[in-house]
């Protein structure tokens, strides 16, 4: 039978579950945005056997590709309804590891307030929280690693490295994260120096894995050209150019207008607790000064980076309510009043916020919703009714990201599923530029692919760059008008072969 601590506990938990599952409904039925497509298409290749970076080129660790895939598993389709609900699963989790780690530092009072901001703002639009990226599901691997390290029990403490080290297959910049926390874990040990190794290689272990993976699969050359290659020269770009500052500002703006309460309060609480001797308090600052160098350690500082922020927000937020709370003079109901005021205000004011950003992006987007795309939904029906008059028709797509081979559920018969490796600098977005100094020998090897395999189909999307396009690639575009027949519409050109 239940006690009555235990009830408190389980209504409690339930009831963060409820208001994080309330925030986060409204998004469930949201289609996939730009990074969201790529994931799920590399989730479609390994759905059919195909291997890490064989066929296709893109520049994540497999972290994010086998939660796709894990979603394709176990609802049948990699579908934006199936990848939202197994998001739902990992964000309800840490709403509940994050409770249970504030509370037993922090105590039961800062526990709740701290896991009820972090239940909303952790699928929030300002951190682009309500979408399946990378760092939410980092978060919730990294939460995971501290909720076993603060175990008494020794071997879930043993396996807290090597779950914090999962978190680096997700977002490696986090490095950061988990070398303060392996530092807690030395430090903790009775005999560090003995242990500091072991723990290092528990932390290394998943990437360690990953690595001998890509080898023995004879992928190796392709993982370390896109992961790190890429990776060095997109952070070159956005240190070296006008991006690094200007994005920032960008984002800060956007960040504040979408959810100003959330960060100005977190941010009430660091300044508050500043100078606080308490040294769980410290320790807390430590993550913070973390989550901001894997930040900054980015460069382009796009909002759902800042996700490795709301943690620790969070919980100076709650902080600082709790704080408040605590306050025991006359004038204490007035500020309670005042305070339960504030957060009223606040929250009916997000959320308005947030029905206005549904309205806005989600309702008007039936078909896909590229953030930085203009008038590209436009015909997108139209060209996968085409294809799927053929579905065993063999396919190409000439388009800035893999969205009809996801939509048509389709294999491409090139290793380039999008074109941006096939271009030169002047024709590519600020974040591709500077991306692909080999475009030459891409041409060379899509137009090897396309001679030996013929596709059936071949689709291209025409932006406002197109002729400049043709230019810069004419072979591409002459192979097509001298063995295809094309239909051409506004913003496509579909291709056949003749029969």
Same mark, same amino acid.
């Given at each position: 039978?239940?006690?009555?601590?235990?009830?408190?506990?389980?209504?409690?938990?339930?009831?963060?579950?409820?208001?994080?599952?309330?925030?986060?409904?409204?998004?469930?039925?949201?289609?996939?945005?730009?990074?969201?497509?790529?994931?799920?298409?590399?989730?479609?290749?390994?759905?059919?056997?195909?291997?890490?970076?064989?066929?296709?080129?893109?520049?994540?660790?497999?972290?994010?590709?086998?939660?796709?895939?894990?979603?394709?598993?176990?609802?049948?389709?990699?579908?934006?309804?199936?990848?939202?609900?197994?998001?739902?699963?990992?964000?309800?989790?840490?709403?509940?590891?994050?409770?249970?780690?504030?509370?037993?530092?922090?105590?039961?009072?800062?526990?709740?307030?701290?896991?009820?901001?972090?239940?909303?703002?952790?699928?929030?639009?300002?951190?682009?929280?309500?979408?399946?990226?990378?760092?939410?599901?980092? &978060?919730? #691997? =990294?939460? @995971?690693?501290?909720? *076993?390290? +603060?175990?008494?029990?020794? %071997?879930?403490?043993?396996?807290?490295?090597?779950?914090?080290?999962?978190?680096?297959?997700?977002?490696?910049?986090?490095?950061?994260?988990?070398?303060?926390?392996?530092?807690?874990?030395?430090?903790?040990?009775?005999?560090?120096?003995?242990?500091?190794?072991?723990?290092?290689?528990?932390?290394?272990?998943?990437?360690?894995?990953?690595?001998?993976?890509?080898?023995?699969?004879?992928?190796?050359?392709?993982?370390?050209?896109?992961?790190?290659?890429?990776?060095?020269?997109?952070?070159?770009?956005?240190?070296?150019?006008?991006?690094?500052?200007?994005?920032?500002?960008?984002?800060?703006?956007?960040?504040?207008?979408?959810?100003?309460?959330?960060?100005?309060?977190?941010?009430?609480? &660091?300044? #508050? =607790?500043? @100078?606080?001797?308490? *040294?769980? +308090?410290?320790?807390?600052? %430590?993550?913070?000064?973390?989550?901001?160098?894997?930040?900054?350690?980015?460069?382009?500082?796009?909002?759902?980076?800042?996700?490795?922020?709301?943690?620790?927000?969070?919980?100076?937020?709650?902080?600082?309510?709790?704080?408040?709370?605590?306050?025991?003079?006359?004038?204490?109901?007035?500020?309670?009043?005042?305070?339960?005021?504030?957060?009223?205000?606040?929250?009916?004011?997000?959320?308005?916020?947030?029905?206005?950003?549904?309205?806005?992006?989600?309702?008007?987007?039936?078909?896909?919703?590229?953030?930085?795309?203009?008038?590209?939904?436009?015909?997108?029906?139209?060209?996968?009714?085409?294809?799927?008059?053929?579905?065993?028709?063999?396919?190409?797509?000439?388009?800035?990201?893999?969205?009809?081979?996801?939509?048509?559920?389709?294999?491409?018969?090139?290793?380039?599923?999008?074109?941006?490796?096939?271009?030169?600098?002047?024709?590519?977005?600020?974040?591709?530029?500077?991306?692909?100094?080999?475009?030459?020998?891409?041409?060379?090897?899509?137009?090897?692919?396309?001679?030996?395999?013929?596709?059936?189909?071949?689709?291209?999307?025409?932006?406002?760059?197109?002729?400049?396009?043709?230019?810069?690639?004419?072979?591409?575009?002459?192979?097509?008008?001298?063995?295809?027949?094309?239909?051409?519409?506004?913003?496509?050109?579909?291709?056949?072969?003749?029969?």
């Amino acid at each position: 039978m239940l006690n009555l601590k235990t009830l408190v506990l389980f209504l409690v938990i339930v009831g963060l579950l409820l208001v994080h599952i309330l925030t986060q409904l409204p998004y469930l039925t949201q289609v996939f945005n730009f990074d969201e497509i790529d994931y799920a298409y590399q989730a479609l290749l390994l759905l059919e056997g195909k291997g890490f970076y064989s066929i296709s080129f893109h520049d994540r660790l497999p972290g994010i590709y086998l939660v796709y895939t894990l979603a394709g598993l176990i609802f049948r389709e990699v579908s934006p309804i199936a990848i939202r609900f197994l998001t739902l699963f990992f964000t309800s989790s840490a709403v509940i590891i994050f409770f249970l780690i504030t509370s037993k530092i922090f105590g039961k009072v800062v526990g709740f307030l701290s896991a009820f901001f972090f239940a909303i703002f952790i699928v929030d639009p300002s951190v682009q929280g309500h979408t399946a990226n990378t760092e939410t599901f980092a &978060v919730a #691997f =990294f939460l @995971f690693g501290i909720w *076993l390290f +603060i175990q008494k029990n020794k %071997f879930l403490a043993s396996i807290a490295p090597f779950v914090t080290g999962i978190t680096i297959l997700f977002r490696p910049t986090m490095i950061f994260l988990v070398f303060l926390l392996s530092f807690l874990l030395y430090k903790q040990d009775k005999k560090p120096t003995s242990r500091f190794i072991i723990t290092a290689v528990k932390i290394a272990t998943p990437l360690i894995l990953t690595i001998f993976y890509m080898t023995f699969s004879g992928n190796i050359s392709q993982f370390l050209e896109w992961t790190v290659e890429r990776n060095a020269n997109h952070m070159r770009i956005a240190y070296l150019g006008k991006y690094f500052i200007g994005n920032a500002s960008f984002t800060f703006q956007n960040m504040i207008m979408d959810s100003c309460f959330f960060w100005l309060f977190g941010l009430l609480g &660091v300044i #508050f =607790f500043a @100078f606080s001797k308490d *040294l769980k +308090i410290k320790t807390a600052y %430590f993550f913070l000064y973390a989550s901001i160098a894997s930040i900054l350690f980015s460069g382009w500082f796009f909002q759902h980076y800042f996700i490795e922020l709301v943690p620790v927000f969070s919980l100076f937020a709650g902080l600082l309510y709790a704080k408040i709370i605590s306050f025991q003079n006359r004038f204490r109901p007035i500020i309670l009043s005042l305070l339960f005021t504030a957060f009223l205000i606040g929250m009916v004011g997000h959320f308005i916020d947030q029905s206005a950003y549904l309205n806005d992006r989600l309702i008007k987007r039936k078909v896909v919703q590229p953030e930085d795309q203009k008038n590209t939904d436009i015909g997108y029906p139209q060209v996968l009714n085409e294809i799927q008059k053929n579905p065993d028709a063999s396919i190409f797509v000439w388009d800035d990201i893999p969205r009809i081979y996801v939509l048509a559920k389709k294999i491409p018969v090139s290793y380039f599923s999008y074109k941006e490796p096939l271009l030169p600098n002047n024709l590519l977005p600020p974040t591709f530029n500077g991306y692909f100094p080999k475009y030459k020998i891409y041409q060379k090897q899509l137009m090897d692919e396309l001679r030996k395999k013929f596709p059936e189909i071949v689709v291209v999307r025409k932006d406002d760059n197109f002729e400049e396009e043709k230019k810069a690639f004419p072979e591409f575009f002459q192979f097509l008008s001298n063995f295809y027949s094309g239909d051409e519409s506004k913003f496509f050109i579909f291709y056949r072969k003749p029969i």
